[in-house]
């Protein structure tokens, strides 16, 4: 059972930064992060393969958010910025052992236990 570790959440006021770091127990094909609030589906932000493809952005992410990852492939980032308060929420790193996988919620097979994120007004 692959484990993931999240850390780097924190309060930032709007227009702030953050870097969310995820650590994996194993090799994983392909890696991301979704969020959720509460009463709310967890949505996907970015995820790509392992091998850099399948590269994906969800809307509100493209020119603010980042996704990469360490060269050892075990661990992987979203660096965050211009963060508004509309980015409050859990942040979860995803990892399945399928190419293309982690853009789906369905698919993802291993999840972090989340680290939260609030951004203030």
């Known amino acids: 059972q692959m484990k993931l570790e999240e850390s780097g959440g924190d309060s930032v006021q709007a227009g702030g930064s953050l870097r969310l770091s995820c650590s994996a127990s194993?090799?994983?094909?392909?890696m991301g992060w979704f969020r959720q609030v509460p009463g709310k589906e967890r949505e996907g932000v970015a995820s790509?393969?392992?091998?850099?493809?399948?590269?994906k952005y969800a809307d509100f992410a493209k020119g603010r958010f980042t996704i990469s990852r360490e060269t050892t492939k075990r661990v992987w980032y979203l660096q965050m910025n211009s963060l508004n308060p509309e980015d409050t929420a859990t942040y979860y790193c995803a990892a399945a052992r399928t190419y293309g996988a982690c853009a789906d919620r369905d698919r993802v097979r291993f999840w972090g236990q989340g680290t939260q994120v609030t951004v203030s007004s």
């Open positions: 790509f393969d392992v091998n850099g493809g399948n590269l």
């Open positions: 194993e090799y994983s094909y392909c």
